[in-house]
């Protein structure tokens, strides 16, 4: 029984968190034509398609690593005491954490990559 919880646990986390996207796909075009037009980019052009590239999976890394996250603090309060569980948590947390700020590095890396090639070809 006990092996059967976490599974469950997660499944539940991750279609509760995951539902809402699913629901709104509809209007997923909608929304990254709004990503486009606040990045203030020429439709069409190669650095619209590069930079809408780059944002979707910026934002993918970004849910998953979140997702980490919680695992490993789930992970961590279900320990009980139980050394090798909370060393299991720590790592997996530090390595989230580790790539959260990787993630938000190359996010800032890329926009003023970006923002560069734009106003060169303007």
Do not use: C
């Amino acid at each position: 029984m006990k092996k059967l919880i976490l599974p469950i646990v997660l499944i539940s986390v991750l279609s509760l968190t995951l539902l809402p996207s699913l629901v709104l796909a509809q209007g997923a075009l909608e929304r990254l034509a709004d990503v486009q037009a606040t990045a203030d980019l020429p439709e069409g052009s190669l650095e619209s398609t590069i930079g809408l590239i780059i944002n979707i999976i910026l934002s993918l890394v970004g849910v998953i690593l979140v997702v980490l996250i919680v695992y490993a603090g789930f992970l961590w309060m279900t320990a009980g005491g139980n050394e090798d569980n909370i060393k299991k948590a720590k790592a997996i947390l530090t390595n989230s954490i580790i790539g959260l700020i990787i993630t938000l590095l190359a996010y800032g890396i890329a926009r003023f990559v970006l923002e560069g090639l734009l106003e060169a070809t303007m």
